[in-house]
């Protein structure tokens, strides 16, 4: 349509505006591009290995949504532990050190209660935290309380978390290989 336009256009020596035409014109064929697509999908189900491969990539996505469940419900509890004992100050406070004597460190204080003063707030750090970003617990590891509550929370989240994303990937790739293999046999 919009290259008919435009052919019209040209014949009639009507004044149009072509730019949104061609817009459309260029749109309509990026549509045709898109459709290129649809190639890889035959080429796949061509390559046997490489079907049975992506099915269980499918068949896995499923069952991970499991998975990111409880990883929002282990955000939710750390959240939970992490606003009240470092945004709440049930922590011994992190202390500056002068020449004479010491002082709590109002700075840092000041950062781990806008990382850590709010549930939602205590998430989202703890999701920065889970994908690598450290900057957000600096403050609460210069204490050995810190320390330990930041390891356990690694162990649990990135460790315990992974291990279970594995299990249930590997599972669901085995089971679904026997399926195909099954149903290959019967062909």
Not at 71 to 99: F, H, R
Not at 136 to 164: C, D, E, H, K, P
């Amino acid at each position: 349509l919009p290259l008919a336009s435009l052919i019209v256009s040209l014949i009639t020596g009507e004044q149009r505006d072509l730019s949104r035409d061609l817009k459309s014109a260029l749109n309509l064929l990026r549509m045709f591009r898109l459709l290129r697509v649809l190639r890889l999908v035959r080429l796949v189900r061509a390559i046997g290995p490489l079907y049975k491969l992506l099915v269980g990539v499918v068949e896995s996505l499923r069952a991970m949504k499991w998975v990111l469940v409880l990883t929002l419900l282990q955000l939710y509890a750390g959240a939970i532990i992490w606003t009240n004992l470092v945004g709440k100050d049930m922590l011994p406070p992190i202390m500056k050190w002068n020449e004479t004597n010491a002082t709590i460190d109002v700075e840092l204080e000041e950062d781990t209660h806008r990382c850590f003063g709010t549930v939602p707030t205590s998430m989202f750090s703890l999701f920065k935290v889970m994908n690598g970003d450290t900057a957000v617990v600096g403050s609460v590891t210069r204490t050995r309380y810190g320390q330990l509550i930041f390891a356990g929370f690694v162990v649990l989240s990135n460790w315990a978390g992974m291990a279970i994303l594995t299990g249930v990937v590997s599972d669901n790739m085995i089971s679904t290989s026997a399926k195909a293999e099954e149903e290959e046999a019967k062909e």
